[in-house]
């Protein structure tokens, strides 16, 4: 017997304001044989919200090793599903990235829905040139953080990173450290929520603005790229 393969949908949800989700997206959480969640529990909410009564399955970075083959068998016996995670789009800083590549290799098709992401509008918002970026996601907490800090310092193109409230001051202080405390940076926090706000400035005027302000909310750190002077100038000295 033959069957046709089924489709796997990559679904951003909205990372703040639920009016962020599209007409698309509710529509094949309704249609999706599969729902996959990232926390069941915050993903319920959200298909509560938009009236979806469908089958919530747990997938997240702990189990997407397990997990991941039974699901492309459904793939290939003809189920849709779709991969949704807490807030934005999985992949991103996200779970998302095993199960795709899983699914290509098995000759699935994978379609991934435009929507919300955290770092986009923090970049567009920031005042920094956006035209050529590079996303480094969470820094490593411990182990290679300074490694790969150190090997963002000639780094020309304008930097983003996600950080938690509680590691913001110390990150920020950290690239003083690294890029000087001139380097232009933009803070924005609680993106599309009732209090969304970015903060603005260099990196020494920011860091003065969060000791006096306790961070609160989720991060998206830009950080301006390297001036093209400050190499030919390292030269010339």
């Known amino acids: 017997m033959y069957f046709e393969m089924g489709i796997l949908y990559i679904i951003p949800t909205p990372v703040g304001n639920m009016e962020d989700m599209t007409l698309r997206a509710i529509r094949l959480l309704r249609e999706a044989d599969l729902v996959l969640a990232e926390d069941t529990r915050t993903s319920g909410k959200l298909l509560k919200h938009f009236d979806i009564k469908n089958h919530l399955m747990s997938h997240h970075k702990f189990n997407e090793h397990g997990t991941s083959a039974g699901i492309v068998e459904r793939l290939r016996a003809g189920q849709t599903v779709a991969l949704i995670s807490d807030a934005g789009t999985p992949g991103i800083s996200d ?78 202080q ?21 209090h969304e706000e970015s903060v603005r400035g260099t990196l020494a005027e920011v860091i003065a603005h969060f000791k006096e302000h306790e961070p609160k909310g989720e991060f998206v750190i830009v950080l301006g790229g390297a001036e093209k002077e400050s190499k030919e100038k390292c030269k010339e000295e």
């Open 95 to 172: 779970p998302g990235f095993y199960l795709v590549r899983e699914a290509v290799a098995a000759g699935v098709e994978v379609q991934t829905l435009p929507g919300a992401t955290a770092f986009v509008p923090a970049l567009v918002s920031s005042g920094l040139p956006c035209d050529r970026f590079c996303f480094e996601g969470f820094l490593p907490q411990k182990k290679g953080r300074q490694t790969r800090l150190e090997s963002l310092r000639e780094e020309r193109r304008t930097m983003v990173f996600y950080e938690s409230p509680y590691r913001v001051l110390k990150t920020l």
């Open 174 to 194: 950290q690239f003083a450290e690294v890029f000087g405390q001139d380097r232009p940076v933009s803070c924005c926090r609680e993106i599309s929520k009732i």
